[in-house]
């Protein structure tokens, strides 16, 4: 039984090995830091956003400015003035997650606009990734700037400078010891 299953194991490790992968992985966020369109899209995203959450920011101080007028003046009030003054700040809090929502919510202004800048650059940096691995008869090629947890990664496997002089740029070596 033994030597029937120390037969198998290796005839299965035979056949593995015959049909072993080429493997190779890039960097996306390093590959994406050489392209100059990225970078000045990535700056225009980051300062719309900082943008929008100063206005975000500014509106949730006018309620807080509110609703402390509104808990000064409480007990002067009447029910019917008392009533408008908290509908007017439950008014103005809506309106301002109602912003939030546009602006930085799921197919809000900010992500719509991220695709407009950002997606014809990822669809380029995917076909040079595509060309290389067929050039060079690669199976899989995973990114290490992704979730993928790489417990230990060969130099040699690292297509991202090929990708980079692919798209038309010069790798950076300080960017990649950044990278590491």
């Not at 700056?43 to 719309?48: C, E, F, G, H, I």
């Not at 003046?73 to 912003?99: G, H, W």
Request: a neutral charge; proline letters at 3%; charged letters at 30%.
């Amino acid at each position: 039984m033994k030597k029937i299953f120390a037969i198998l194991a290796f005839i299965t490790c035979s056949i593995s090995a015959s049909f072993a992968q080429r493997v190779a992985y890039v960097d996306s966020e390093y590959i994406l830091k050489h392209i100059p369109e990225y970078v000045s899209a990535q700056k225009r995203l980051d300062d719309l956003s900082v943008q929008w959450q100063g206005e975000v920011d500014k509106q949730y101080g006018e309620i807080e400015r509110l609703y402390k007028a509104y808990q000064n003046d409480q007990v002067l009030l009447n029910d019917d003035m008392r009533k408008r003054r908290e509908d007017e700040i439950v008014n103005k809090e809506k309106q301002v997650k109602d912003f939030q929502k546009q602006k930085f919510g799921y197919e809000g202004e900010l992500f719509q606009t991220r695709v407009r800048l950002v997606k014809p650059i990822q669809e380029r940096v995917a076909k040079a990734i595509q060309d290389i691995a067929t050039n060079q008869g690669l199976d899989l090629v995973l990114d290490k700037g992704s979730e993928v947890t790489f417990l230990f990664a060969s130099p040699r496997l690292d297509k991202s400078n090929d990708v980079i002089t692919k798209l038309g740029f010069k790798p950076d070596p300080a960017l990649a010891e950044k990278a590491q």
